[in-house]
C-alpha cells in the first residue's frame, strides 16, 4: 500500500473514491454526483500547475483520494494559500496510516508551492468532533465555518 500523484489511469478508482465521499457528504442531499463533471475536473486538474491529486493504493487499486488547489489569498494576492478539496479514505483502510500519508501529501505539496498557509475542511457530519482533533493535533486552529443554504 502506498501514496502517490495521481495519474489518468487511475481515474475510475478516483471517480468511485470520489462518489463514495460524496455520497457520505451532506453535499448529496442537494446534488447528485456527476460522472462526467468529476471525471472532467479530474483530468484537467492533471495537468494544472495549481491543483494536485494523490491517490492512496492497495496494488493497483484506488482505495483512497485527496486533492488540493494553491491560490492568492484575496486581500494579500501576494500570499498563496493550500486548500483541502477533499479527502477520503475507502472504511477498510482507515486504521492503516494510509490517511495521514494522504495528509501529509497534501501538505508537502503546499509547501512545495509557497502556500504560506493550508486551510484543511471537515465536513459537519458524526466525525466532525474527530477531525477537530486530528486537526488540533497536527497544529491547525479554526478560523472559519461555512454555512450552506440552497437557492
Same mark, same amino acid.
Given at each position: 500500500m502506498q501514496v502517490r500523484r495521481a495519474r489518468e489511469s487511475d481515474v475510475e478508482g478516483v471517480l468511485k473514491n470520489a462518489e463514495s465521499f460524496f455520497?457520505?457528504?451532506? @453535499? !448529496?442531499?442537494?446534488? =447528485? %454526483?456527476d460522472h462526467a463533471g468529476f471525471e472532467a475536473f479530474f483530468i484537467n486538474a492533471l495537468e494544472s500547475e495549481? #491543483?494536485?491529486?494523490?491517490?492512496?493504493?492497495?496494488?493497483?487499486?484506488?482505495?483512497? #483520494?485527496c486533492a488540493a488547489l494553491v491560490y492568492p489569498l484575496y486581500f494579500a494576492p501576494t500570499e498563496r494559500i493550500a486548500q483541502e478539496l477533499f479527502w477520503w479514505l475507502d472504511e477498510a483502510y482507515r486504521d492503516s496510516g494510509l490517511g495521514g500519508q494522504l495528509f501529509s501529501s497534501i501538505e508537502a505539496w503546499a509547501k512545495e508551492k509557497?502556500?504560506? !498557509?493550508? %486551510? @484543511? #475542511? =471537515?465536513? &459537519?457530519? &458524526?466525525?466532525?468532533n474527530l477531525m477537530k482533533r486530528i486537526y488540533h493535533k497536527k497544529g491547525f486552529t479554526p478560523i472559519e465555518r461555512t454555512f450552506a443554504k440552497e437557492l
Open positions: 455520497n457520505a457528504s451532506p @453535499m !448529496q442531499s442537494t446534488s =447528485a %454526483f495549481d #491543483i494536485v491529486f494523490f491517490v492512496a493504493v492497495d496494488g493497483e487499486t484506488v482505495i483512497g #483520494i509557497n502556500a504560506r !498557509q493550508l %486551510f @484543511m #475542511i =471537515a465536513l &459537519e457530519d &458524526e466525525n466532525i
